[in-house]
């Protein structure tokens, strides 16, 4: 069995953080912001009331998803031994046992329950939405080809949703769209680049084996497009009624759309296995991001 002993000098020098809290993927809560894209688009998340609820919204979707994250990593602990990066994770490492990991996964996901509901009923009702799906997902439907894809992204969706329940505000046609297919878009290239990597080995990951390369690239690329379409057109229909007769939603189609298509060259190199790794890692994308977020901010804040 793997365990901490056998990690490199390098790979125990950045284990700092105890292993419980480690085995919550601390680091891919940076998807849990996509609770603030719906109060951005609306263009409140700057009132108090919302940005609150938008914070209380996060810090639940943290919560749930670490349970969720324990969940999974005790029930595949043996495929994650085999795995080149999964195994250095704490259960598959043998530093944290699997009865202590559920134990744990019912704390984290009864905490964000109790936060939801008390914020917002459909916050609530959204969260445990997500974490039934997902149980459901680890149990019965992880290694169905398309049901994998369309399970995965469906938690990125309801994350996206969650900050506009959260405050009560309405989810327009665009977004639904945009979050839909975006969410789709990051799953499919999350598998393409995770059998990319693989290689050979894909055969150990049971959620991979019954995909293509060339199926996984064909439904990101159609996503890929249905995405910045949907944008292009909110951001046009956005631009009648702007700050000093700038379009400024039309002009961040040019950011947003070379942002898309840098994160899709990083799945075409095999490298957004882990989306979170990709953003925090990429300074140009890092870049990208903020020039669209600049005009976006002016036109819904102006």
Partial sequence: M?????????????????????????KQWVKNVLVLAAPLAAGQLLQPAVLLASAWA?????LVSASIYL??????????????????????????SIPTAYVLAAITVAASLAIGF???PLLGVTLASYWVLQVIYSLFLKHQPIIDLAMVAAGFLLRAVAGGVAAGLPLSQWF??????????????KRYSELKELGTEAGTRASLERYTKSYLR??????????IMSYSLWAFEQAKTQLWGIPWTTISIAPFTLAVLRYAMKIDQ???????????????LQVLAVLWV????VAVFG
């Fill in 71 to 96: 969940i999974n990593d005790s029930r595949d602990v043996e495929a994650d031994r085999l795995h080149p990066k999964k195994r250095f994770r704490p259960i598959a490492a043998g530093e944290l």
């Fill in 2 to 26: 793997t365990n901490t002993e056998n990690l490199p000098e390098a790979d125990r020098k950045k284990s700092v953080m105890p292993a419980w809290l480690r085995a919550m993927r601390p």
């Fill in 270 to 284: 095999g490298q957004a296995g882990e989306p979170e790794d990709v953003v925090l890692s990429d300074p140009i």
């Fill in 118 to 120: 008390w914020v917002a």
């Fill in 294 to 297: 600049i005009p976006v901010a």
């Fill in 58 to 62: 996060f810090v639940s979707f943290s």
């Fill in 176 to 189: 639904l769209l945009v979050a839909s297919f975006g969410s789709l878009f990051m799953v499919a290239g």
């Fill in 218 to 227: 064909e439904v990101w690329s159609v996503s890929i497009a249905i995405v």
